[in-house]
């Protein structure tokens, strides 16, 4: 599966953002889809992940009630809803592909490219 990143920006702390990654190639929803991030100086998280059937999902606690990870599977499109942005959140995102458990970080191998989200104080 290939992968396509977009909808990054840049915005105000508290202000919101919606970042979208398109799938191609092999059956979509075969596969968990996460998006991590990367922070200058600091190493590739997951923020958030969700199964392929779109039925569990999983977020890390400092992105809890203001990211919402999503997917269409008719579509294949997984967007990731950010609200309330805070200038921590400001990072290199990228969307990312796992044949395996959806929570599982080292399970994702394949990469699409990063978005730039800046979020100013």
């Known amino acids: 599966v290939q992968l396509q990143a977009s909808g990054g920006g840049s915005v105000q702390a508290g202000g919101s953002l919606r970042l979208w990654c398109a799938a191609s190639g092999r059956t979509f929803s075969n596969y968990a889809m996460g998006w991590f991030r990367q922070a200058p100086g600091k190493e590739r998280v997951i923020v958030a992940a969700?199964?392929?059937?779109?039925?569990?999902?999983y977020y890390i606690d400092s992105v809890k009630g203001r990211f919402t990870i999503s997917r269409d599977n008719a579509k294949n499109t997984v967007i990731l809803q950010m609200n309330n942005l805070k200038p921590e959140d400001t990072a290199v995102y990228y969307c990312?592909?796992?044949?395996?458990?959806?929570?599982?970080?080292?399970?994702?191998?394949?990469w699409g490219q990063g978005t730039l989200v800046t979020v100013s104080s």
């Open positions: 969700i199964s392929g059937s779109g039925g569990s999902t």
């Open positions: 990312a592909a796992s044949g395996g458990t959806y929570y599982i970080e080292r399970e994702y191998d394949l």
